[in-house]
T-cell receptor, first 111, second 116 residues
Framework: SQTIHQWPATLVQPVGSPLSLECTVEGTSNPNLYWYRQAAGRGLQLLFY??????ISSEVPQNLSASRPQDRQFILSSKKLLLSDSGFYLC??????????FGPGTRLTVL | AQSVAQPEDQVNVAEGNPLTVKCTYSVSGNPYLFWYVQYPNRGLQFLLK??????LVKGSYGFEAEFNKSQTSFHLKKPSALVSDSALYFC??????????????FGKGTRLHILP
């Protein structure tokens, strides 16, 4: 069966520091991968999605970036965090015509 | 552009009563429709989906949803609510898998409170 992992689970970072969040999927090949941000326990904001290795689509211009160095690995990064980057970050995968499956999330607090 | 509307920010229901969480959508073509549930500090969990076929879809934890094409709605229902159903619920829509970069569009979420 398929599983999706995210780490770390929680992260507290100072403003201006770098960020790297990792997401890996097991049990499937060539999935679509997604990064979302959720603020204050409400709606989801799609940040990036990827249909294959090295293929990244950005939905919202900001100081975040994403990379997909391997088929089942999706990384969210920033060179310098802002206070507004605080939130709950969710990774998800999707296979042909199916629903999305979400990881457990990373709670990021920028101080 | 495709969109999803969840008109209620919060729904309060007494335990044991039936519950309904509303969702309407706007999309050209025949949509795929989904419901997800999120518990505090957790990822979203898939509840059910409509792709084609019977308009009444049954899912996890006793939930069901009815696809109504004329009203472009996909309301989530449960005959008898449990306190443990209290959570944040998301409706979502996507177009059929025409190409690999199709996205799922989520509603803003409805917070369901089941009162003991």
């Amino acid at each position: 069966s398929q599983t999706i992992h995210q780490w770390p689970a929680t992260l507290v970072q100072p403003v201006g520091s770098p960020l790297s969040l990792e997401c890996t999927v097991e049990g499937t090949s060539n999935p679509n991968l997604y990064w979302y941000r959720q603020a204050a326990g409400r709606g989801l904001q799609l940040l990036f999605y990827s249909v294959g290795i090295g293929q990244i689509s950005s939905e919202v211009p900001q100081n975040l970036s994403a990379s997909r160095p391997q088929d089942r690995q999706f990384i969210l990064s920033s060179k310098k965090l802002l206070l507004s980057d605080s939130g709950f970050y969710l990774c998800a995968w999707r296979d042909a015509g199916r629903e999305q499956f979400f990881g457990p999330g990373t709670r990021l607090t920028v101080l | 552009a495709q969109s999803v509307a969840q008109p209620e920010d919060q729904v309060n229901v007494a335990e044991g009563n039936p519950l309904t969480v509303k969702c309407t959508y706007s999309v050209s073509g025949n949509p795929y429709l989904f419901w997800y549930v999120q518990y505090p500090n957790r990822g979203l969990q898939f509840l059910l989906k409509y792709i084609t076929g019977d308009n009444l879809v049954k899912g996890s934890y006793g939930f069901e949803a009815e696809f109504n094409k004329s009203q472009t709605s996909f309301h989530l229902k449960k005959p008898s609510a449990l306190v443990s159903d209290s959570a944040l619920y998301f409706c979502a829509v996507s177009l059929p898998w025409a190409n690999r970069d199709d996205k799922i569009i989520f509603g803003k979420g409805t917070r369901l409170h089941i009162l003991p």
